[in-house]
């Protein structure tokens, strides 16, 4: 069984077939100034549409830090996307991850393009 921690942090790493197993059947998923989503159904199509795009592209992680304690997990992740035209992208992103009993229950995502220059 995964630990709470692998679970953000392939949620975290587009990796989120890893993850559907653990979700809570009344999960949230607060994206901070865009929208929140509600329920199990809701939150994976969310990722099926996200995987969709992210499979015109390709990812390199430049920064990935995790933070975990019993029941919460955070992870600040800096990654670089270059689509087919070699079109790149920077964000830097912060999920927070709450979970009860193993499941994830709550997932609040913060994420802002950054400059190329501002990543040390």
Not at 75 to 100: E, G, K, M, P, Q
């Amino acid at each position: 069984m995964a630990t709470i921690q692998e679970v953000a942090e392939a949620f975290s790493q587009h990796r989120f077939s890893v993850v559907y197993p653990f979700l809570h059947p009344d999960v949230t998923w607060t994206l901070v100034g865009a929208a929140k989503l509600e329920g199990h159904q809701q939150v994976v199509q969310a990722c099926e549409n996200a995987l969709a795009e992210l499979s015109r592209t390709t990812q390199q992680f430049l920064r990935f830090k995790t933070i975990a304690n019993a029941d919460a997990v955070a992870v600040h992740a800096v990654t670089r996307y270059v689509d087919a035209r070699w079109n790149s992208s920077i964000v830097s992103s912060c999920d927070l991850y709450d979970f009860t009993q193993g499941h994830l229950t709550a997932i609040t995502s913060y994420t802002a393009e950054v400059a190329p220059d501002s990543i040390s």
